[in-house]
């Protein structure tokens, strides 16, 4: 069952906490011969182990707040906080510490080595983190203990994406920020995706942001934050939350 917010209204679901990421008055402009605004004006408040999906078509801003919120793209216009530390006042070199120390990302694609395992493509995060989880227990984390020595080649789109995951949480990052994670697989093999990333989020209290344009994973979270237009056009809650395989595809 849900309920519905403002459009305003982008913080019920963390009454009385401090924020993790608090986003003011955001505007995007990617110049050029006609000028594109992603985002126009977008305020935003998302709290420590909250589950947030942001749904939206494709061009409605969803990856560009993303990648701004995790320090991959700078705003036009406004400011991001991160645990009261405005990041986008950070140089090149705070933002780097920032995206290794505390971010993890998930993206469409899987961004993995083809000539290392498993097992050596979390190393690549665990070897440079501050106090990491191995990368067997990471993996184990989303269900491929059985798979640490293989290489992609060798796994579906699924488990490679699984990697992906493990290789994301691997450092213990505060917050996980997923790109369509799973735009480019199939349901039987999407719900095994979500649900890896529903444990991270439930079994460490990861705050976790999913950008996607599939309603129906919009079933899992605490918050859905529609967006249009580069606005925020609705927010609803969840007063329960779905698993992933608990989905109406």
């Not at 036009?76 to 510490?97: A, K, M, N, P, W």
């Not at 665990?126 to 080649?153: K, Q």
Request: aromatic share 6%.
């Amino acid at each position: 069952m849900k309920h519905s917010s403002s459009p305003t209204n982008t913080e019920s679901g963390g009454a009385g906490q401090e924020p993790v990421f608090e986003v003011r008055g955001i505007t995007k402009v990617y110049e050029g011969e006609v000028p594109v605004h992603a985002l126009r004006g977008i305020d935003l408040k998302l709290f420590a182990g909250e589950f947030v999906v942001l749904l939206g078509h494709s061009g409605s801003g969803k990856s560009t707040l993303l990648n701004i919120m995790g320090g991959l793209d700078t705003p036009t216009e406004g400011s991001v906080h991160y645990c009261g530390q405005e990041i986008t006042d950070f140089s090149e070199r705070q933002l780097t510490f920032y995206r290794r120390d505390h971010v993890g990302f998930i993206f469409q694609f899987y961004n993995l080595i083809p000539s290392l395992t498993a097992r050596e493509n979390v190393a690549l995060v665990t070897d440079i983190a501050h106090d990491p989880m191995t990368p067997d227990e990471a993996l184990a984390l989303v269900g491929l203990d059985h798979r640490l020595d293989h290489f992609p080649s060798q796994m579906s789109g699924g488990e490679q994406q699984r990697v992906a995951i493990a290789r994301a949480i691997a450092k213990k990052p505060d917050v996980l920020l997923c790109d369509e994670p799973t735009g480019a697989l199939d349901v039987k093999t999407g719900v095994a995706v979500l649900e890896a990333i529903d444990s991270v989020n439930r079994e460490l209290g990861t705050t976790t942001a999913i950008i996607t344009h599939n309603a129906v994973i919009a079933d899992m979270a605490h918050r859905v934050i529609s967006l249009a237009d580069g606005r925020i056009a609705d927010v609803n809650e969840n007063e329960v939350r779905l698993g992933a395989v608990d989905l109406k595809w």
